[in-house]
C-alpha cells in the first residue's frame, strides 16, 4: 500500500457555515469509504492556514488516490492536492544508489 497525503481548501460557502462542513465532511467520508474501501485512513486534520483539512491515508493504486481526490472536488472542496508520501526509511532506501 502506498501512503497518499490529501490536502483539500473547501469553498468560502461551505467554510462559513459550520453546521453544513459537519454535514458535507461525513457524506464525503461515506461516499469515499463507499468507492475505494481499500483505503486505510491514517490521520485527519483541521488546519489554520491556506488548507483547511489534511489527510494521510493508504491506497492501493493511484488510481485510487485519483478516486479519493475526485469525489473531495465534487464534494465541496475549492481545491485539492494529493501528494505520494514515503516514510523515512524506506526514503532512505530510494536514496541510497543516488549518492
Known amino acids: 500500500m502506498a501512503l497518499y497525503v490529501l490536502m483539500t481548501r473547501l469553498t468560502p460557502e461551505i467554510s ?10 461525513k457524506e464525503w467520508k461515506k461516499k469515499v469509504d463507499k468507492v475505494c474501501s481499500d483505503v486505510t485512513w491514517k490521520a485527519h486534520y483541521a488546519l489554520l492556514g491556506p488548507y483547511d483539512f489534511m489527510d494521510i ?37 530510494i536514496i541510497k544508489d543516488c549518492q
Open 16 to 25: 462559513a457555515d459550520l453546521k453544513k462542513r459537519e454535514a458535507i465532511g
Open 57 to 93: 491515508y493508504e491506497a492501493d493504486s493511484d488510481e485510487t488516490a485519483a478516486k479519493v481526490s475526485m469525489i473531495t472536488r465534487s464534494n465541496g472542496a475549492l481545491s485539492v492536492e494529493t501528494w505520494p508520501a514515503f516514510n523515512w526509511s524506506h526514503f532512505l532506501e
